[in-house]
């Protein structure tokens, strides 16, 4: 699927750009070795370690806070990944892609599932992306309206998926004759190919930014128990610096 640049070309919600910017540096050999919630607290790049890890997540947060194009990322990419087997057009558009609509993602729910925003939105439409190769079960689900706390699942919900909710209010599904859907996750949907159960995909199955900096910090430091000893100790301080900027600010 191709990517309007347009799309991120924009300055993003403060959420979107603490939610790249506190993520820990996590190396792994592979995206499957954490479980999905994990991916509130850790940055990872599967293969990637140590200051090539470092230096790619300075580059993510570069991307969102200057509003980069995925052409522009992809080459300060090639130059932080030069002789590193990753080093790849293709593994560029992912780690841009999923990071930067996962942020985007991030702000968003902030804002649409604040208590305050609820009492006015308190519901929202899922719209599909238009891909040229749709998930059938995305595509299904365009223009269907759920109450905002029962989605059935977060977008975006899969590599490459550019899927979007948006908050409306009660006035406004009346006035265009909406009928709320009460479809839940692992429900079957009947779509263009067939019946398909509604499950999110693999690596995907949480909200971005709704766990709490206590979440967190525990799950940091279940990844740093495995971890050798100085790597450890930096993970550590990382999760303890997340936990008292959620005492100062408040958050949950």
Request: charge should be negative; glycine fraction near 8%.
């Given at each position: 699927?191709?990517?309007?640049?347009?799309?991120?070309?924009?300055?993003?919600?403060?959420?979107?750009?603490?939610y790249?910017?506190?993520?820990?540096?996590?190396?792994?050999?592979?995206?499957y070795?954490?479980?999905?919630?994990?991916?509130?607290?850790?940055?990872?790049?599967?293969?990637?370690?140590?200051?090539?890890?470092?230096?790619?997540?300075?580059?993510?947060?570069?991307?969102?806070?200057?509003?980069?194009?995925l052409?522009?990322?992809?080459?300060?990419?090639?130059?932080?990944?030069?002789?590193w087997?990753?080093?790849?057009?293709?593994?560029?558009?992912?780690?841009?892609?999923?990071?930067?609509?996962?942020?985007?993602?991030?702000?968003?729910?902030?804002?649409?599932?604040?208590?305050?925003?609820?009492?006015?939105?308190?519901?929202?439409?899922?719209?599909?992306?238009?891909?040229?190769?749709?998930?059938?079960?995305?595509?299904?689900?365009?223009?269907?309206?759920?109450?905002?706390?029962?989605?059935?699942?977060?977008?975006?919900?899969?590599?490459?998926?550019?899927?979007?909710?948006?908050?409306?209010?009660?006035?406004?599904?009346?006035?265009?004759?909406?009928?709320?859907?009460?479809?839940?996750?692992g429900?079957?949907?009947?779509?263009?190919?067939?019946?398909?159960?509604?499950?999110?995909?693999?690596?995907?199955?949480?909200?971005?930014?709704?766990?709490?900096?206590?979440?967190?910090?525990?799950?940091?430091?279940?990844?740093?128990?495995?971890?050798?000893?100085?790597?450890?100790?930096?993970?550590?301080?990382?999760?303890n610096?997340?936990?008292?900027?959620?005492?100062?600010?408040?958050?949950?």
């Amino acid at each position: 699927m191709s990517l309007d640049p347009r799309l991120y070309a924009t300055v993003p919600p403060a959420e979107a750009i603490a939610y790249l910017r506190d993520k820990v540096d996590i190396p792994t050999d592979g995206w499957y070795e954490f479980p999905d919630y994990y991916q509130d607290a850790a940055f990872t790049v599967a293969g990637a370690k140590g200051a090539l890890l470092s230096q790619i997540h300075n580059a993510v947060n570069r991307a969102i806070s200057e509003g980069q194009t995925l052409a522009e990322f992809s080459k300060r990419f090639r130059q932080i990944a030069d002789g590193w087997v990753g080093n790849k057009p293709r593994r560029a558009q992912i780690i841009y892609q999923t990071n930067i609509r996962m942020a985007y993602a991030a702000g968003r729910y902030a804002h649409q599932l604040d208590p305050e925003v609820l009492k006015i939105q308190p519901y929202l439409q899922y719209v599909h992306s238009d891909a040229q190769v749709p998930r059938p079960h995305h595509k299904a689900l365009d223009g269907k309206v759920f109450r905002a706390t029962e989605i059935p699942f977060a977008v975006p919900n899969g590599f490459g998926c550019g899927c979007r909710y948006v908050s409306l209010t009660e006035e406004e599904v009346a006035a265009e004759g909406l009928e709320i859907s009460n479809l839940k996750r692992g429900d079957i949907i009947q779509t263009e190919q067939g019946e398909m159960a509604l499950e999110p995909d693999k690596g995907f199955d949480y909200i971005p930014g709704r766990t709490s900096p206590e979440t967190r910090y525990n799950l940091l430091l279940e990844a740093a128990s495995k971890m050798p000893p100085a790597i450890a100790d930096y993970v550590r301080q990382q999760a303890n610096q997340i936990l008292q900027r959620g005492k100062t600010d408040g958050t949950d």
